[in-house]
């Protein structure tokens, strides 16, 4: 599986940003696709995720009420839509894909990655 993320910028506090997350070569129908971001000085963090074949969703709490994924299956692509970004949303945002039906937290449990995506909120 290769992940193609794509989307981040610069924005300013209270705007928004859509990121997407492209798959190719040999997907998993039946796994999950999830968004980690990584903050400068800090390790790697949950913040969505989605189950591929039934659309189910978890947050991290920090982005609730703001934050949306989605997928595409036909262009087996996810997306993350963030909405009243905050600076402490600044990060570079990766995608990852791991197989089963569990929504994991945890970086150790997905299987492929994408590049990463750096978004920058200015406050």
């Known amino acids: 599986v290769q992940l193609q993320a794509s989307g981040g910028g610069l924005v300013q506090a209270g705007g928004s940003l859509r990121l997407s997350c492209a798959a190719s070569g040999r997907t998993f129908s039946g796994g999950v696709m999830a968004w980690f971001r990584q903050r400068p000085g800090k390790e790697r963090e949950f913040v969505a995720g989605?189950?591929?074949?039934?659309?189910?969703?978890d947050y991290a709490d920090s982005v609730k009420g703001r934050f949306t994924i989605s997928r595409d299956n036909v262009k087996n692509t996810v997306y993350l839509q963030m909405n009243s970004l905050k600076p402490e949303d600044t990060a570079v945002y990766y995608c990852g894909v791991a197989r089963g039906v569990v929504i994991w937290t945890s970086v150790d449990r997905y299987d492929y990655w994408g590049q990463g995506t750096q978004v920058t909120v200015s406050s």
């Open positions: 989605i189950r591929w074949s039934v659309g189910n969703t």
